[in-house]
């Protein structure tokens, strides 16, 4: 996943020279002696570090695997508001790093950051799950909670973010540096088994654990909460073991003044008659070190060739939003094992873990036996085609979901669908349409109506009539849809939504076509209806239903049977005879259920995923080689916004929300094929460098340094024989 294998965020390392100040020199570094693990040479003080980051990222990626559809069952907002909030909320969560840094940097060092920006992170999580009781306020209050906890949380997670793999790492003395390495291994596996572990838990406290009538957000948002909170204890326990490097200086604003300083400059000397510079960034040279500078064009040269990055994770990060919301409109039985919708996350951080290896020790050796120079930037290309074949899998997935999902009724039309239970066919009269004849349902061969589609003209009336009879005169509005149930000379008319639930359950009303009222036990709620009315909506978790009725304090049960994945049912009660004796009920299925099933997504996690592994890894790798020491961090920051930005455009794209979904993801993967040529244009004509030449410009600066020496002291000689010959 793009936060895992990001988190790996590194600072100035200790006892590196940037080039202004010497980050973590061997002066500023504690002396103490800290205990290790079994004698070896890796400090004890690791394992509250590793246990800290597990509970952490199990914290943020469970929140986050349930939120989109927290946003929209529980604050009932529709899918593109959902996804925009979504991803607003990923993109500040990757913005964020940049306060981090330098707070770490330049004030506060990386302990104190982790420490209080963690309490900011813990109360954030708190005022979430607070906002998912239903009972604490109107939806506005909860609204306002879901906004304060998730901005609090953004501001813990990313302002975290640069510190707490670089404060790891600090741990070490310089001489292991072969154990730090295995260290950020071992950092990096608890990340994934956080997030791998998170996401598929936090789905089922969601979903299969009932609180307050409906599924559990609170619980989903507390245990999260929960783990923040003792990974927040974890790492405060280890405080006397830790080796902590105060503050030094922040090389990000020395960075960002060494450019601004270069531009006023430059502008300041916009004439003609000034000499033309090498490189823009040269007119700094009045201010900044050549080493500096040097430094500077390096990063400025890399994070240039950043800039079509953002598309890859425009898509990359759909898969907690539009491929979640995919999810709940498919099949999700595997033989008797339901899997919720948020749960296909987990897909993804488990083919990470299995892909990685194949790669490294297989796919990528392989090319290399054939003689392929397999480069950095043709793998990121690569993995980015990857991605878009995953969203053209998405798209064919998409178009095939939706063949369950009932037309809506547009401008001039209205749906009706008679439930004909009058004894023999009606006839459906409505000005402007033929005659439609409806025959009788039975109930021993039930064949579930059709909705009639009729042109109407704003309001008009639709006669239902039994041979010469008229039954009953039904208003149909336009784009709506409705339901009459007719037996012997009345009428029973509801109006309908005619769509899936959002979170991919399944839908029951009931009709009470009886002459007594009935209570009936379904939900964990026990509604009473009365004759000739119709019961609310209720949504139940997918499975064969026999729900509890009481009519005039005599207990029945009524057989459901199969209530699926998505669809809406219609269960009409009906009497044979005339001292209710005989309950009869009749099952109709208004919308159809979900017949695709969810497994066809496995494809398009694994294109994804197989794309992360080309594009991420290798870029990260790509970043950290082409970085000068001090700069390293400046890379990395520079990464993270381009998750940052890439979110950014999916919040755009879903709040203009002009496209059908499946239109949606033929644009960006379009895009993002059209942003790897351009990608692989700008890398082909892009040349390496080597950081490790600074330290020979270096040198070489210093020894020209020397030379100036001698020709100094020969200059005062000879001063001092000038004195001597005045005075003789």
Same mark, same amino acid.
């Given at each position: 996943?793009?936060?895992?294998?990001?988190?790996?965020?590194?600072?100035?390392?200790?006892?590196?020279?940037?080039?202004?100040?010497?980050?973590?020199?061997?002066?500023?570094?504690?002396?103490?002696?800290?205990?290790?693990?079994?004698?070896?040479?890796?400090?004890?003080?690791?394992?509250?570090?590793?246990?800290?980051?597990?509970?952490?990222?199990?914290?943020?990626?469970?929140?986050?695997?349930?939120?989109?559809?927290?946003?929209?069952?529980?604050?009932?907002?529709?899918?593109?508001?959902?996804?925009?909030?979504?991803?607003?909320?990923?993109?500040?969560?990757? $913005?964020?790093?940049?306060?981090? &840094?330098?707070?770490?940097?330049?004030?506060? /060092? @990386? !302990?104190?950051? *982790? %420490?209080? #920006? =963690?309490?900011?992170?813990?109360?954030?999580?708190?005022?979430?799950?607070?906002?998912?009781?239903?009972?604490?306020?109107?939806?506005?209050?909860?609204?306002?909670?879901?906004?304060?906890?998730?901005?609090?949380?953004?501001?813990?997670?990313?302002?975290?973010?640069?510190?707490?793999?670089? $404060?790891?790492?600090?741990?070490? &003395?310089?001489?292991?540096?072969?154990?730090? /390495? @295995? !260290?950020?291994? *071992? %950092?990096? #596996? =608890?990340?994934?088994?956080?997030?791998?572990?998170?996401?598929?838990?936090?789905?089922?406290?969601?979903?299969?654990?009932?609180?307050?009538?409906?599924?559990?957000?609170?619980?989903?948002?507390?245990?999260?909460?929960?783990?923040?909170?003792?990974?927040?204890?974890?790492?405060?326990?280890?405080?006397?073991?830790?080796?902590?490097?105060?503050?030094?200086?922040?090389?990000?604003?020395?960075?960002?003044?060494?450019?601004?300083?270069?531009?006023?400059?430059?502008?300041?000397?916009?004439?003609?008659?000034?000499?033309?510079?090498?490189?823009?960034?040269?007119?700094?040279?009045?201010?900044?070190?050549?080493?500096?500078?040097?430094?500077?064009?390096?990063?400025?040269?890399?994070?240039?060739?950043?800039?079509?990055?953002?598309?890859?994770?425009?898509?990359?990060?759909?898969?907690?939003?539009?491929?979640?919301?995919?999810?709940?409109?498919?099949?999700?039985?595997?033989?008797?094992?339901?899997?919720?919708?948020?749960?296909?996350?987990?897909?993804?951080?488990?083919?990470?873990?299995?892909?990685?290896?194949?790669?490294?020790?297989?796919?990528?050796?392989?090319?290399?036996?054939?003689?392929?120079?397999?480069?950095?930037?043709?793998?990121?290309?690569?993995?980015?085609?990857?991605?878009?074949?995953?969203?053209?899998?998405?798209?064919?997935?998409?178009?095939?979901?939706?063949?369950?999902?009932?037309?809506?009724?547009?401008?001039?039309?209205?749906?009706?669908?008679?439930?004909?239970?009058?004894?023999?066919?009606?006839?459906?009269?409505?000005?402007?349409?033929?005659?439609?004849?409806?025959?009788?349902?039975?109930?021993?061969?039930?064949?579930?109506?059709?909705?009639?589609?009729?042109?109407?003209?704003?309001?008009?009336?639709?006669?239902?009539?039994?041979?010469?009879?008229?039954?009953?005169?039904?208003?149909?509005?336009?784009?709506?849809?409705?339901?009459?149930?007719?037996?012997?000379?009345?009428?029973?008319?509801?109006?309908?939504?005619?769509?899936?639930?959002?979170?991919?359950?399944?839908?029951?009303?009931?009709?009470?076509?009886?002459?007594?009222?009935?209570?009936?036990?379904?939900?964990?709620?026990?509604?009473?209806?009365?004759?000739?009315?119709?019961?609310?909506?209720?949504?139940?978790?997918?499975?064969?239903?026999?729900?509890?009725?009481?009519?005039?304090?005599?207990?029945?049960?009524?057989?459901?049977?199969?209530?699926?994945?998505?669809?809406?049912?219609?269960?009409?009660?009906?009497?044979?005879?005339?001292?209710?004796?005989?309950?009869?009920?009749?099952?109709?299925?208004?919308?159809?259920?979900?017949?695709?099933?969810?497994?066809?997504?496995?494809?398009?996690?694994?294109?994804?995923?197989?794309?992360?592994?080309?594009?991420?890894?290798?870029?990260?790798?790509?970043?950290?080689?082409?970085?000068?020491?001090?700069?390293?961090?400046?890379?990395?920051?520079?990464?993270?916004?381009?998750?940052?930005?890439?979110?950014?455009?999916?919040?755009?794209?879903?709040?203009?929300?002009?496209?059908?979904?499946?239109?949606?993801?033929?644009?960006?993967?379009?895009?993002?094929?059209?942003?790897?040529?351009?990608?692989?244009?700008?890398?082909?004509?892009?040349?390496?460098?080597?950081?490790?030449?600074?330290?020979?410009?270096?040198?070489?600066?210093?020894?020209?340094?020397?030379?100036?020496?001698?020709?100094?002291?020969?200059?005062?000689?000879?001063?001092?024989?000038?004195?001597?010959?005045?005075?003789?």
């Amino acid at each position: 996943m793009s936060g895992p294998i990001d988190d790996l965020f590194l600072l100035s390392p200790p006892g590196q020279k940037s080039g202004v100040k010497k980050f973590f020199s061997k002066e500023s570094s504690p002396t103490k002696r800290v205990p290790t693990l079994c004698g070896t040479n890796y400090p004890l003080s690791i394992l509250f570090i590793i246990v800290n980051e597990f509970c952490e990222r199990f914290s943020f990626y469970g929140m986050k695997a349930v939120l989109t559809l927290y946003f929209l069952n529980y604050l009932h907002w529709d899918e593109n508001l959902s996804t925009t909030v979504y991803h607003a909320f990923t993109s500040l969560c990757y $913005f964020t790093p940049i306060i981090g &840094a330098p707070i770490a940097d330049a004030w506060l /060092g @990386k !302990f104190n950051t *982790i %420490f209080w #920006l =963690s309490i900011v992170y813990v109360i954030g999580h708190v005022i979430k799950a607070v906002g998912a009781i239903p009972s604490v306020g109107s939806t506005d209050v909860h609204v306002a909670l879901s906004m304060i906890g998730l901005i609090a949380i953004a501001f813990g997670t990313g302002g975290i973010k640069p510190c707490v793999s670089a $404060f790891g790492g600090d741990q070490f &003395a310089e001489e292991h540096a072969q154990e730090r /390495g @295995k !260290f950020f291994s *071992i %950092f990096y #596996l =608890s990340i994934n088994a956080g997030s791998l572990i998170s996401t598929f838990v936090t789905p089922v406290l969601r979903g299969d654990v009932q609180c307050f009538g409906t599924d559990c957000y609170a619980l989903a948002f507390g245990v999260p909460a929960a783990l923040m909170f003792f990974a927040l204890i974890v790492f405060v326990c280890g405080s006397g073991m830790y080796k902590k490097y105060p503050p030094q200086g922040n090389i990000l604003a020395s960075v960002f003044k060494c450019i601004g300083f270069a531009i006023k400059n430059r502008w300041n000397h916009r004439s003609k008659q000034y000499p033309k510079r090498e490189h823009w960034l040269d007119w700094a040279s009045e201010k900044h070190t050549k080493k500096l500078i040097t430094e500077v064009k390096m990063v400025t040269k890399v994070l240039f060739l950043y800039i079509p990055l953002p598309m890859f994770w425009a898509l990359f990060d759909q898969q907690g939003s539009r491929w979640t919301l995919q999810a709940t409109r498919m099949n999700a039985d595997f033989g008797g094992f339901v899997i919720q919708p948020d749960q296909m996350q987990i897909l993804n951080p488990l083919l990470i873990l299995i892909l990685i290896p194949i790669f490294d020790l297989g796919i990528y050796p392989l090319i290399k036996l054939c003689k392929i120079n397999f480069k950095p930037i043709p793998k990121m290309t690569i993995g980015m085609i990857l991605a878009a074949l995953a969203f053209a899998v998405a798209t064919i997935v998409e178009i095939k979901t939706n063949e369950t999902i009932p037309a809506a009724p547009k401008a001039g039309e209205s749906f009706l669908q008679v439930l004909n239970f009058a004894g023999q066919e009606v006839t459906i009269i409505a000005p402007g349409n033929n005659e439609v004849k409806q025959p009788e349902l039975n109930s021993q061969d039930f064949q579930d109506p059709e909705y009639l589609k009729l042109n109407i003209t704003d309001t008009q009336p639709v006669i239902i009539s039994r041979g010469n009879i008229e039954i009953c005169t039904v208003l149909l509005t336009s784009k709506t849809s409705y339901s009459v149930a007719v037996e012997n000379n009345k009428c029973l008319i509801t109006g309908d939504r005619n769509v899936k639930t959002s979170n991919g359950q399944a839908s029951v009303r009931f009709i009470n076509m009886l002459d007594v009222s009935v209570n009936i036990s379904i939900g964990g709620d026990n509604d009473k209806i009365d004759p000739g009315s119709v019961s609310e909506e209720t949504q139940l978790k997918r499975g064969k239903i026999n729900a509890p009725c009481w009519i005039e304090n005599t207990e029945y049960s009524i057989d459901l049977g199969l209530l699926d994945f998505g669809g809406a049912y219609t269960a009409v009660l009906r009497s044979r005879d005339e001292a209710n004796k005989r309950i009869e009920v009749v099952k109709i299925e208004d919308v159809a259920a979900n017949s695709f099933h969810v497994a066809w997504q496995v494809p398009q996690y694994f294109l994804i995923s197989a794309g992360e592994v080309m594009f991420s890894v290798t870029g990260l790798e790509f970043s950290y080689s082409q970085a000068p020491t001090s700069m390293k961090s400046v890379l990395q920051a520079g990464w993270l916004l381009t998750v940052a930005f890439g979110n950014v455009i999916v919040l755009i794209v879903a709040q203009a929300g002009s496209l059908e979904q499946w239109a949606e993801f033929i644009l960006f993967g379009a895009l993002l094929i059209a942003v790897s040529i351009i990608f692989s244009i700008m890398g082909y004509f892009y040349i390496p460098v080597n950081p490790d030449d600074l330290k020979d410009e270096d040198e070489k600066d210093e020894n020209e340094e020397k030379k100036k020496i001698p020709d100094f002291f020969e200059m005062n000689q000879d001063m001092n024989m000038v004195e001597k010959k005045t005075k003789i």
